[in-house]
RNA sequence: CGGGGUAUAGCGCAGUUUGGUAGCGCGUUCGGUUCGGGACCGAAAGGCCGCAGGUUCAAAUCCUGUUACCCCGACCA
């Protein structure tokens, strides 16, 4: 490819409506523009990555013996009512409706259509397990599309969908994915955890995520110091070390509190640790109100509160319910004698000893409350958010935090869809069983953001080489000089020919500017055609990575970056 | 969905307070001089001032409505 023909167009400037790194670098390099919120075009370097990085999915999932197929991108809303998916997806779904009034969905992922062609077309246990998977634009109306195309509504995304006659089978194909899935990773370059995590609303019992190590990643994971142990904070087990105290159990009392509703308010005003105090959360959920309870120097996991009740939808009650359910201004709710309520006590909290809670009065709190004698929770369960420092629930070593870009997940779905939707088979006994599913997904244009978060420098992108757009850039210094021209040309050509994917810079443009955008666009390569090279026949070969430069006679540059090229693909390998 | 902000040339921005008919830098085009890290000189093209209504002799500027986009939060197979 000649830069002359190539529609790149780099920026100087940074665009006002980036602030990610990889967002930035994206629009600087002339890789895609953006068309509506959440929605960009590929230019053709933005797509030629996005290419490299399907290819590497498909070898991976071909390895394992997945089958690629396409599945339709407009989803009608009747498979969509059978999962019972088209009323609790909610706003994210995108719907439409066609000439004659019927509703379809632009699929935000495609369990519903795979189910139906499986079990249309599987009858016995013989033609399993299956796997099945494809590449393409799924659609999701985010609340908040943001960070380019780390969080877009159309996006690019590999899923594969496992059939399998039990769970045995399932949990083969489990491990096959999760393997493939880090050859993927491993090969773009990425460091990355897997971690353990919430199965969320798409249900089935276990599953990683995938996440790419990064500041920026909108992921809290904690992971252990000692031992393998990952997890997303959403997920993250508490550990309970500490025994009940032997503190002997007093008479509880009221003690006026005025204005104290905080934590550390009431903390500061009573001159008691927050560990001794009780934490009241009210949640409004399906089911009515419900009170949470962790220790005063704790957060509550929504995401587990969410597991215990088994509720859809989750939300801190407003300002007047609380005041219906406890009589009090909020920041004085308690356990003690509230009545209408499903009290969700951490279990930490049931090891409390005459501790401080709300009174359900205003400017209120009681003093030596005991978990258990004054109160007696309808659950008690770990509903609160680990943290740094705490202990791991594997090896009790340290638990440390980190952020991560969520670049895959594998599911064991179990039999929630086959169940739903009738996807069946006969065994060897003419007996007919639920197929067992899983499901794997990969979002391939997030995957390229999250690479860029990994690999960039203040001169811009430096591509991994399995996944640059191109390996090598050639620059001859002055365009204008014939000499430089035809060597760079000459070069061009050898390396082409070669398998090396090359481009020339062959602009009119000041070598400074060619030197910028080569740094901007990151190509791993550069090769630089000056007046050495027409003097005393000798390139200049530049890495990108760490800027380290070797020279090398033309006749040998070729083999010479070939060798490079091969080395840092097989490197990824490794 | 709640809070905040922005919308003026391809990009980044000024002009809006105090209405008078649109400007700067970069980029683009043409000519020339340059040529190893975003050159210089000269000329030029390019703007429904987000959109709709209103006030006024006159609106980028004031008023009303509306849309899009960005940030924080909530949410998230």
Known sequence: MRLSELLAPTLREVPAEAEVISHILMLRAGMIRKVASGVYTYLPLGYRVIKKVIEII??????????????????????????????????????????????????????????DLVRNEVRSYKQLPLLLYQIQNKYRDERRPR???????????QDLYSFDRDEAGLELSYRKMYEAYSRVFSRCGLKFR????????????????????????????????????????????????????????????????????????????????????????????????VLALVRGDREINEVKLQNVLDSLRLFMADERSVAELTGAEPGFAGPVNIKGVRVIADQEVMLMRNAVTGANKTDTHIINVNPGRDFIPDKVADIRLVKAGDPCPRCRGKLSEARGIEVGQVFKLGTKYSKALGAKFLDENGKEQLMVMGCYGIGVSRTVAAAIEQNHDDDG??????????????????????????????????????????VIDDRNERPGVKFKDADLIGFPLRIVIGSKAVEEGVVEIRHRRNGNVQTAKIESAVPLIKKIVEDEIAESLA
């Not at 960070?147 to 995304?157: A, C, S, T, V, Y």
């Not at 009431?266 to 009515?288: A, C, H, M, N, W």
């Not at 001859?476 to 430089?484: F, G, W």
């Open 58 to 115: 498909r070898e991976e999932m071909d390895n394992k013996g997945g089958q690629e197929l396409m599945l339709p991108i407009i989803q009608p809303a009747e498979l969509w009512l059978e999962s019972g998916r088209w009323n609790v997806y909610g706003d994210e779904l995108f719907r439409l409706r066609d000439r004659h009034g019927r509703d379809f969905a632009l699929g935000p992922t495609h369990e519903e259509i795979i189910t």
């Open 147 to 157: 960070f380019g195309l780390m969080r877009g509504r159309e996006f690019i995304m």
């Open 194 to 289: 897997v971690v353990e995590a919430d199965p969320g609303a798409i249900g089935g019992s276990s599953t990683h995520e995938f996440m790419v190590m990064a500041d920026s990643g909108e992921a809290a994971i904690v992971f252990c110091e000692s031992c393998e142990y990952a997890a997303n904070v959403e997920k993250a087990e508490a550990v309970v070390d500490e025994q009940t105290s032997a503190e002997e159990m007093l008479a509880w009392e009221e003690v006026s509190t005025p204005g104290a509703r905080s934590i550390e308010e009431v903390s500061s005003f009573l001159k008691v640790d927050p560990q001794r105090i009780i934490k009241s959360l009210v949640y409004q959920t399906e089911d009515g109100i």
């Open 461 to 502: 992108i430096i591509w991994p080489m399995p996944i640059a757009p191109y390996h090598a850039v050639i620059i001859p210094v002055s365009a204008k000089d014939k000499d430089q021209m035809k060597i760079a040309e000459s070069l061009y050509i050898s390396l082409t020919a070669q398998g090396v994917e090359a």
